[in-house]
Protein backbone atom coordinates (compact mmCIF):
# COMPACT_ATOMS: atom_id res chain seq x y z
CA UNK A 1 0.00 0.00 0.00
CA UNK A 2 1.60 3.55 -1.63
CA UNK A 3 -1.09 5.79 -0.72
CA UNK A 4 -4.05 6.34 1.57
CA UNK A 5 -7.16 6.14 -0.63
CA UNK A 6 -5.44 3.29 -2.46
CA UNK A 7 -7.52 0.01 -2.99
CA UNK A 8 -6.79 -3.40 -1.63
CA UNK A 9 -10.43 -4.88 -2.20
CA UNK A 10 -13.39 -5.80 -2.74
CA UNK A 11 -17.04 -5.72 -0.45
CA UNK A 12 -20.21 -6.85 -3.02
CA UNK A 13 -23.94 -6.97 -1.54
CA UNK A 14 -27.23 -6.42 -2.54
CA UNK A 15 -27.54 -3.24 -0.78
CA UNK A 16 -24.78 -0.44 -0.63
CA UNK A 17 -25.54 -0.27 3.23
CA UNK A 18 -24.70 -3.69 3.56
CA UNK A 19 -21.71 -3.35 1.23
CA UNK A 20 -20.53 -0.30 3.40
CA UNK A 21 -20.80 -2.59 6.83
CA UNK A 22 -18.92 -5.61 5.40
CA UNK A 23 -16.06 -3.33 4.30
CA UNK A 24 -16.12 -1.72 7.74
CA UNK A 25 -15.58 -5.37 9.17
CA UNK A 26 -12.68 -5.98 7.16
CA UNK A 27 -9.71 -5.34 9.42
CA UNK A 28 -6.28 -4.74 7.98
CA UNK A 29 -2.82 -4.75 9.87
CA UNK A 30 -0.38 -2.05 8.22
CA UNK A 31 3.40 -1.82 8.95
CA UNK A 32 4.32 2.23 9.05
CA UNK A 33 6.87 3.34 6.75
CA UNK A 34 8.47 6.33 6.16
CA UNK A 35 6.11 8.20 3.93
CA UNK A 36 7.13 11.04 1.00
CA UNK A 37 4.43 13.58 0.66
CA UNK A 38 5.67 16.74 -0.71
CA UNK A 39 8.00 17.58 -3.88
CA UNK A 40 10.30 18.88 -0.93
CA UNK A 41 10.57 15.55 1.01
CA UNK A 42 10.68 13.75 -2.59
CA UNK A 43 13.81 16.03 -3.49
CA UNK A 44 15.84 15.82 0.29
CA UNK A 45 14.70 11.41 -0.53
CA UNK A 46 15.81 11.77 -3.79
CA UNK A 47 12.19 9.96 -4.97
CA UNK A 48 11.69 10.28 -8.51
CA UNK A 49 10.37 8.63 -11.12
CA UNK A 50 13.82 7.91 -12.75
CA UNK A 51 12.59 6.72 -16.23
CA UNK A 52 11.50 10.34 -17.16
CA UNK A 53 14.42 12.74 -17.71
CA UNK A 54 12.97 15.23 -20.63
CA UNK A 55 14.56 18.52 -21.15
CA UNK A 56 14.73 21.27 -23.91
CA UNK A 57 17.29 23.71 -24.22
CA UNK A 58 18.25 26.45 -26.57
CA UNK A 59 21.55 28.65 -26.79
CA UNK A 60 24.33 29.22 -25.37
CA UNK A 61 22.91 29.93 -21.24
CA UNK A 62 26.77 30.06 -19.98
CA UNK A 63 27.52 33.02 -22.84
CA UNK A 64 23.87 34.34 -21.89
CA UNK A 65 25.02 34.55 -18.24
CA UNK A 66 28.15 35.62 -18.70
CA UNK A 67 26.69 38.31 -20.92
CA UNK A 68 24.06 39.53 -17.72
CA UNK A 69 24.74 42.83 -15.62
CA UNK A 70 22.23 40.98 -12.57
CA UNK A 71 21.51 37.35 -11.88
CA UNK A 72 18.48 36.12 -9.52
CA UNK A 73 18.02 32.76 -8.35
CA UNK A 74 14.53 31.65 -7.24
CA UNK A 75 12.03 28.90 -6.12
CA UNK A 76 8.46 29.38 -7.00
CA UNK A 77 5.76 26.93 -5.68
CA UNK A 78 2.31 25.90 -7.05
CA UNK A 79 -0.62 24.15 -5.12
CA UNK A 80 -3.22 21.26 -6.81
CA UNK A 81 -5.95 21.83 -6.98
CA UNK A 82 -9.16 19.20 -6.79
CA UNK A 83 -11.58 18.86 -9.86
CA UNK A 84 -15.05 18.75 -7.85
CA UNK A 85 -17.04 17.25 -10.19
CA UNK A 86 -20.41 17.76 -10.18
CA UNK A 87 -20.98 14.03 -9.69
CA UNK A 88 -18.28 11.81 -8.21
CA UNK A 89 -17.32 8.50 -10.18
CA UNK A 90 -19.71 5.95 -10.81
CA UNK A 91 -20.05 2.86 -13.22
CA UNK A 92 -21.77 -0.23 -13.74
CA UNK A 93 -20.62 -3.69 -15.39
CA UNK A 94 -23.29 -5.78 -16.92
CA UNK A 95 -22.61 -9.25 -18.02
CA UNK A 96 -24.72 -10.37 -21.06
CA UNK A 97 -24.62 -13.63 -23.42
CA UNK A 98 -21.59 -15.24 -24.63
CA UNK A 99 -18.87 -13.72 -21.97
CA UNK A 100 -19.66 -10.04 -23.19
CA UNK A 101 -19.82 -7.43 -20.90
CA UNK A 102 -21.64 -3.87 -21.12
CA UNK A 103 -19.87 -1.28 -19.02
CA UNK A 104 -21.44 2.04 -18.75
CA UNK A 105 -19.44 4.84 -17.04
CA UNK A 106 -19.18 7.81 -15.99
CA UNK A 107 -15.43 8.49 -18.06
CA UNK A 108 -13.93 10.97 -20.10
CA UNK A 109 -11.93 7.65 -21.70
CA UNK A 110 -14.58 4.92 -22.55
CA UNK A 111 -12.01 3.58 -25.22
CA UNK A 112 -9.31 3.23 -21.92
CA UNK A 113 -11.66 1.55 -19.78
CA UNK A 114 -12.41 -1.30 -22.42
CA UNK A 115 -8.66 -1.96 -22.58
CA UNK A 116 -8.12 -2.15 -18.89
CA UNK A 117 -11.24 -3.97 -17.76
CA UNK A 118 -10.61 -6.66 -21.24
CA UNK A 119 -6.67 -6.89 -19.21
CA UNK A 120 -8.16 -7.39 -16.03
CA UNK A 121 -10.90 -10.01 -16.93
CA UNK A 122 -8.57 -11.55 -19.86
CA UNK A 123 -11.23 -11.52 -21.87
CA UNK A 124 -10.20 -9.39 -25.71
CA UNK A 125 -11.68 -5.95 -25.88
CA UNK A 126 -14.39 -7.26 -28.60
CA UNK A 127 -16.30 -9.14 -25.69
CA UNK A 128 -16.71 -5.37 -24.11
CA UNK A 129 -19.10 -2.55 -25.02
CA UNK A 130 -18.15 0.61 -22.99
CA UNK A 131 -20.87 3.50 -22.74
CA UNK A 132 -20.73 7.31 -21.31
CA UNK A 133 -23.88 8.46 -21.58
CA UNK A 134 -23.38 11.74 -19.07
CA UNK A 135 -19.85 12.34 -17.43
CA UNK A 136 -21.52 14.68 -14.73
CA UNK A 137 -18.65 17.01 -14.52
CA UNK A 138 -14.44 15.86 -15.64
CA UNK A 139 -11.98 18.89 -16.47
CA UNK A 140 -9.15 15.58 -17.04
CA UNK A 141 -10.07 14.05 -13.32
CA UNK A 142 -12.40 11.14 -14.98
CA UNK A 143 -9.91 10.29 -18.05
CA UNK A 144 -7.44 7.96 -16.47
CA UNK A 145 -8.09 8.10 -12.61
CA UNK A 146 -12.12 6.51 -12.66
CA UNK A 147 -10.37 3.42 -14.17
CA UNK A 148 -9.40 1.42 -11.04
CA UNK A 149 -12.89 1.37 -9.96
CA UNK A 150 -14.40 0.30 -12.83
CA UNK A 151 -11.60 -2.78 -12.98
CA UNK A 152 -12.83 -3.63 -9.40
CA UNK A 153 -16.81 -3.70 -10.27
CA UNK A 154 -15.91 -6.49 -13.18
CA UNK A 155 -14.10 -8.98 -10.89
CA UNK A 156 -17.35 -9.21 -9.02
CA UNK A 157 -19.20 -8.99 -11.98
CA UNK A 158 -17.37 -11.69 -14.11
CA UNK A 159 -17.41 -14.07 -11.07
CA UNK A 160 -20.86 -14.04 -10.07
CA UNK A 161 -22.36 -12.96 -13.71
CA UNK A 162 -24.71 -10.54 -11.66
CA UNK A 163 -24.10 -7.02 -12.76
CA UNK A 164 -22.21 -5.09 -10.47
CA UNK A 165 -22.27 -0.97 -9.67
CA UNK A 166 -19.98 1.12 -8.11
CA UNK A 167 -20.22 4.58 -6.93
CA UNK A 168 -17.76 7.03 -4.49
CA UNK A 169 -18.96 9.02 -1.71
CA UNK A 170 -17.92 12.65 -1.98
CA UNK A 171 -15.23 12.20 0.25
CA UNK A 172 -13.59 8.87 -1.03
CA UNK A 173 -13.66 9.99 -4.74
CA UNK A 174 -11.40 12.93 -3.15
CA UNK A 175 -9.03 10.65 -1.74
CA UNK A 176 -8.44 8.20 -4.11
CA UNK A 177 -8.53 10.04 -7.62
CA UNK A 178 -6.09 12.89 -7.34
CA UNK A 179 -5.64 15.98 -8.05
CA UNK A 180 -3.64 18.93 -10.90
CA UNK A 181 0.04 17.48 -10.13
CA UNK A 182 1.46 20.40 -7.50
CA UNK A 183 4.21 22.43 -8.94
CA UNK A 184 7.92 23.53 -7.63
CA UNK A 185 9.87 25.90 -10.35
CA UNK A 186 13.57 26.12 -9.40
CA UNK A 187 15.36 28.97 -11.42
CA UNK A 188 18.25 31.05 -12.24
CA UNK A 189 17.66 34.31 -14.45
CA UNK A 190 20.52 36.83 -16.03
CA UNK A 191 19.16 40.23 -17.49
CA UNK A 192 20.87 43.30 -18.32
CA UNK A 193 20.16 46.48 -16.70
CA UNK A 194 17.86 47.58 -19.43
CA UNK A 195 15.90 44.60 -18.50
CA UNK A 196 16.65 42.15 -21.57
CA UNK A 197 17.01 39.00 -20.30
CA UNK A 198 20.13 36.98 -21.35
CA UNK A 199 19.85 33.41 -19.86
CA UNK A 200 17.51 31.49 -17.95
CA UNK A 201 17.64 28.14 -16.64
CA UNK A 202 14.88 26.50 -14.90
CA UNK A 203 13.88 23.02 -13.42
CA UNK A 204 10.36 22.07 -12.89
CA UNK A 205 9.47 19.44 -10.25
CA UNK A 206 5.73 17.96 -10.49
CA UNK A 207 4.09 15.91 -7.43
CA UNK A 208 3.31 12.96 -9.43
CA UNK A 209 2.09 10.96 -6.37
CA UNK A 210 1.96 7.07 -6.19
CA UNK A 211 1.86 5.73 -9.81
CA UNK A 212 3.36 7.31 -13.67
CA UNK A 213 -0.56 8.05 -14.71
CA UNK A 214 -0.20 11.20 -16.93
CA UNK A 215 2.10 13.07 -15.30
CA UNK A 216 5.20 12.68 -17.94
CA UNK A 217 2.34 14.02 -20.62
CA UNK A 218 1.30 16.52 -18.24
CA UNK A 219 5.50 17.53 -17.43
CA UNK A 220 5.74 17.34 -21.07
CA UNK A 221 3.59 19.97 -21.77
CA UNK A 222 4.50 21.93 -18.84
CA UNK A 223 7.95 21.82 -20.67
CA UNK A 224 6.54 23.57 -23.39
CA UNK A 225 4.81 26.56 -22.09
CA UNK A 226 7.83 27.71 -19.78
CA UNK A 227 8.45 30.06 -22.22
CA UNK A 228 5.15 31.88 -21.93
CA UNK A 229 5.15 33.64 -25.48
CA UNK A 230 8.46 35.28 -24.44
CA UNK A 231 11.99 34.90 -26.87
CA UNK A 232 14.55 33.85 -24.60
CA UNK A 233 18.15 33.84 -26.43
CA UNK A 234 19.50 30.78 -24.32
CA UNK A 235 16.56 28.84 -22.20
CA UNK A 236 16.98 25.62 -20.58
CA UNK A 237 13.85 23.92 -18.72
CA UNK A 238 14.46 20.13 -16.59
CA UNK A 239 11.32 18.16 -15.74
CA UNK A 240 11.73 15.63 -12.59
CA UNK A 241 8.68 13.65 -11.68
CA UNK A 242 8.49 13.00 -8.25
CA UNK A 243 7.35 9.72 -6.80
CA UNK A 244 5.22 9.94 -3.81
CA UNK A 245 2.28 8.70 -1.35
CA UNK A 246 -0.80 10.49 -2.03
CA UNK A 247 -2.60 9.23 -4.30
CA UNK A 248 -1.78 9.65 -8.11
CA UNK A 249 -2.20 13.16 -9.83
CA UNK A 250 -3.57 13.45 -13.46
CA UNK A 251 -5.23 15.50 -15.84
CA UNK A 252 -6.64 18.98 -15.45
CA UNK A 253 -7.53 21.88 -17.80
CA UNK A 254 -4.81 22.74 -19.27
CA UNK A 255 -2.77 19.68 -18.74
CA UNK A 256 0.71 21.36 -17.27
CA UNK A 257 0.38 24.49 -19.07
CA UNK A 258 -0.58 26.21 -16.64
CA UNK A 259 2.39 25.48 -14.30
CA UNK A 260 4.67 26.30 -17.44
CA UNK A 261 3.48 29.60 -18.16
CA UNK A 262 2.53 30.96 -14.23
CA UNK A 263 6.48 30.11 -13.56
CA UNK A 264 7.65 32.43 -16.61
CA UNK A 265 5.37 35.19 -15.66
CA UNK A 266 6.76 35.11 -12.06
CA UNK A 267 10.18 35.19 -13.81
CA UNK A 268 9.22 38.18 -15.71
CA UNK A 269 7.56 39.74 -12.63
CA UNK A 270 10.67 39.64 -10.57
CA UNK A 271 12.94 40.90 -13.12
CA UNK A 272 11.11 44.08 -13.82
CA UNK A 273 10.21 44.70 -9.76
CA UNK A 274 14.81 44.00 -9.40
CA UNK A 275 15.01 46.92 -12.03
CA UNK A 276 12.35 48.76 -10.72
CA UNK A 277 11.25 49.19 -14.72
CA UNK A 278 7.62 48.52 -15.75
CA UNK A 279 6.92 45.23 -15.83
CA UNK A 280 4.66 45.79 -19.34
CA UNK A 281 7.73 47.32 -20.90
CA UNK A 282 9.71 44.39 -19.69
CA UNK A 283 7.09 41.32 -20.91
CA UNK A 284 7.05 44.05 -24.42
CA UNK A 285 10.07 43.62 -25.41
CA UNK A 286 11.12 40.09 -25.27
CA UNK A 287 7.62 38.80 -27.23
CA UNK A 288 7.21 36.59 -29.63
CA UNK A 289 7.71 38.07 -33.13
CA UNK A 290 7.67 36.06 -36.77
CA UNK A 291 10.42 33.83 -38.07
CA UNK A 292 11.66 33.59 -33.86
CA UNK A 293 12.06 29.76 -32.95
CA UNK A 294 10.69 28.08 -29.64
CA UNK A 295 12.81 26.42 -27.28
CA UNK A 296 11.42 23.36 -28.72
CA UNK A 297 12.61 24.42 -31.90
CA UNK A 298 9.28 25.49 -33.68
CA UNK A 299 9.44 28.29 -36.14
CA UNK A 300 6.84 30.74 -35.50
CA UNK A 301 4.91 31.27 -39.12
CA UNK A 302 1.96 34.11 -39.30
CA UNK A 303 3.09 34.89 -35.32
CA UNK A 304 0.06 36.83 -33.42
CA UNK A 305 1.69 37.32 -30.31
CA UNK A 306 1.94 41.06 -30.76
CA UNK A 307 -0.55 42.11 -33.08
CA UNK A 308 -2.94 40.26 -29.95
CA UNK A 309 -0.49 42.10 -26.88
CA UNK A 310 -1.49 45.32 -29.08
CA UNK A 311 -4.94 44.84 -29.02
CA UNK A 312 -5.48 43.94 -25.52
CA UNK A 313 -3.65 47.09 -24.64
CA UNK A 314 -5.86 48.86 -26.69
CA UNK A 315 -8.72 47.39 -25.66
CA UNK A 316 -7.95 48.18 -22.26
CA UNK A 317 -8.38 51.93 -23.12
CA UNK A 318 -5.63 54.19 -22.05
CA UNK A 319 -3.18 52.11 -19.89
CA UNK A 320 -0.96 54.60 -19.00
CA UNK A 321 -3.56 56.72 -17.42
CA UNK A 322 -5.34 54.18 -15.97
CA UNK A 323 -1.83 52.80 -14.25
CA UNK A 324 -1.03 56.33 -13.02
CA UNK A 325 -4.53 56.82 -11.71
CA UNK A 326 -3.89 53.54 -9.50
CA UNK A 327 -0.82 54.57 -8.22
CA UNK A 328 -2.27 57.72 -7.03
CA UNK A 329 -5.02 56.05 -5.29
CA UNK A 330 -2.39 53.97 -3.34
CA UNK A 331 -0.39 56.44 -2.51
CA UNK A 332 -3.07 58.20 -0.95
CA UNK A 333 -4.86 55.47 0.40
CA UNK A 334 -3.10 53.40 3.30
CA UNK A 335 -5.15 50.01 3.75
CA UNK A 336 -7.01 50.20 0.14
CA UNK A 337 -5.14 49.40 -2.65
CA UNK A 338 -5.69 49.06 -6.29
CA UNK A 339 -4.29 47.18 -9.20
CA UNK A 340 -3.69 46.76 -13.23
CA UNK A 341 -2.35 43.82 -14.54
CA UNK A 342 -2.09 42.52 -18.76
CA UNK A 343 -0.60 38.98 -18.84
CA UNK A 344 -0.20 37.19 -22.00
CA UNK A 345 -0.30 33.50 -22.24
CA UNK A 346 -0.52 30.66 -25.45
CA UNK A 347 -2.31 27.09 -25.02
CA UNK A 348 -0.95 24.76 -27.00
CA UNK A 349 -2.72 22.87 -29.32
CA UNK A 350 -2.67 18.93 -30.11
CA UNK A 351 -1.04 16.07 -28.53
CA UNK A 352 2.90 15.74 -28.09
CA UNK A 353 1.93 12.10 -29.25
CA UNK A 354 1.13 12.70 -32.87
CA UNK A 355 -0.80 9.68 -33.69
CA UNK A 356 -3.35 10.75 -30.97
CA UNK A 357 -4.14 14.05 -33.53
CA UNK A 358 -6.87 12.75 -35.22
CA UNK A 359 -10.47 12.19 -35.30
CA UNK A 360 -12.85 10.28 -37.41
CA UNK A 361 -16.52 9.21 -38.00
CA UNK A 362 -19.09 7.14 -38.52
CA UNK A 363 -22.62 8.25 -40.07
CA UNK A 364 -25.96 6.18 -40.59
CA UNK A 365 -28.74 7.62 -42.71
CA UNK A 366 -31.62 5.46 -42.24
CA UNK A 367 -34.34 4.66 -44.55
CA UNK A 368 -36.60 6.91 -42.52
CA UNK A 369 -34.61 9.80 -43.10
CA UNK A 370 -32.57 10.25 -39.67
CA UNK A 371 -29.67 10.19 -39.10
CA UNK A 372 -26.82 9.04 -36.57
CA UNK A 373 -23.41 10.18 -36.25
CA UNK A 374 -21.05 8.48 -34.17
CA UNK A 375 -17.67 10.76 -33.67
CA UNK A 376 -14.18 9.69 -32.24
CA UNK A 377 -11.55 12.18 -31.89
CA UNK A 378 -8.74 12.86 -29.59
CA UNK A 379 -8.11 16.33 -28.25
CA UNK A 380 -5.68 17.46 -25.46
CA UNK A 381 -8.16 18.05 -22.45
CA UNK A 382 -11.38 19.26 -22.90
CA UNK A 383 -11.53 22.08 -25.45
Known amino acids: VTCVGQVIGVVVADSEPAARRGAKAV ?36 AGFAAADHALEGTIRLGGQEHFYLEPNGCIVLPTEDDEYTLISSTQAPNKHQMYVANTLGVPMHKLVCKTKRIGGGFGGKETRSIFMHCAAA ?123 SSLDVRQRHLYREGDVTHFGMVMEGCQVVPCWEGALVAAGGWEQRRAAADAFNTEHRWRKRGLAITPTKFGIAFTKLTYNQGGALVHVYTDGTVSNAQRQQQQQQQ
Open 27 to 62: KVDYEELPAVISIEDAIVAGSFYEQYGNSLATGDLE
Open 155 to 277: VPAYHLRRPVKAILDRDEDMQMTGTRHPFQATYKVGFTKEGRVTALDMHLYSNAGNSWDLSSAVMDRALMHADCVYKFPAQRVTGHLCRTNIASNTAFRGFGGPQGLIAAELVMERVSRHLGA
